[in-house]
């Protein structure tokens, strides 16, 4: 998206895609660009997005809860096993885990322990555990919900932090996150923002915009990508979306998505959605 000029007149335009072809929308700003511009800007987007990208997110939706109600439960079952491998191994892999794909679905599924560090094995199976809390997960979004996951996840590896909040400065790479001491004040911010947002946003612009928020508060000392996308996880189920699951083999683009704007981070998420449930698509 970018501010053009003509005639002496500003106006935002934007081009995106959509079944198959190239769309081309604008918004007159006026003579002088506006000082809110950047706000104009995501206004603007997200009514894009609304002939668009949201269209295909509710067809997505709509074909994934037809699909899985035709399923038998004790194939639901095995299913969301195989999920809980996927996104254990997904998750644990982006945070330097040595535990291969193939290990997690044994110690998953058949409790056999590979000869890995005991503290892979053991975030693996607690990690597993949290996973079908939160795909199920009835409670509201809250500090006493996320530090009761972080406890269960750490409880065996990492007891000193634990289900707790950071009381210290952290640095991920270039990106410096807020002081300890205003943990507190945002993570209340946090929620407050979820519980407004939560019924008058789109779902996956929720999940995205949640994780994006979680992870730049950077509140616990270790394992806030893991609790991160598991708010992902909870968002999303409990709106009867699929899953994302941020794979390993992408976490470059992931990253990457992380240090620009949300905006821009939400653009990352959507495609990466799509993308994910293109079979979802067909109508």
Not at 23 to 44: C, D, I, M, S
Not at 123 to 149: G, P, Q
Request: proline share 3%; charged share 30%.
């Amino acid at each position: 998206m970018e501010v053009v000029k003509y005639d002496n007149y500003h106006y935002l335009s934007h081009s995106f895609r959509f079944n198959n072809k190239v769309v081309h929308r604008q918004k007159y700003l006026g003579k002088e660009v506006p000082t809110n511009v950047e706000e104009l800007k995501e206004a603007f987007l997200l009514e894009c997005m609304q002939e668009s990208i949201f269209k295909k997110l509710n067809v997505i939706r709509k074909n994934f809860k037809s699909e899985w109600k035709k399923y038998p439960e004790s194939v639901k079952k095995e299913m969301l096993i195989d999920l809980s491998i996927s996104f254990t191994y997904n998750t644990n892999a982006i945070e330097g885990s040595t535990i291969t794909l193939h290990e997690t679905e044994e110690i998953i599924r058949r409790k056999i322990a590979p000869n890995k560090p005991i503290r892979d094995i053991q975030e693996t199976i607690n990690h597993s555990r949290v996973f079908f809390k939160a795909i199920s997960e009835r409670a509201e979004l809250s500090s006493i919900l996320l530090l009761k996951w972080h406890k269960e996840v750490f409880s065996d590896t990492k007891q000193d932090i634990a289900g707790r909040y950071r009381d210290y400065l952290v640095k991920v790479g270039d990106y410096r996150a807020p002081d300890w001491q205003d943990i507190n004040k945002l993570m209340k911010d946090f929620f407050a923002w979820h519980n407004k947002n939560k019924k008058i946003m789109h779902p996956v612009e929720l999940a995205a915009r949640a994780h994006y928020k979680f992870e730049k508060i950077h509140p616990f000392g270790d394992g806030n990508g893991r609790i991160g996308r598991l708010i992902i996880a909870y968002i999303l189920r409990k709106s009867n979306y699929p899953l994302l699951i941020i794979e390993h083999k992408k976490r470059k683009s992931y990253y990457h998505a992380l240090t620009k704007t949300e905006i821009d981070f939400m653009n990352w998420f959507f495609r990466s959605y799509v993308s994910a449930h293109r079979r979802h698509l067909k109508e």
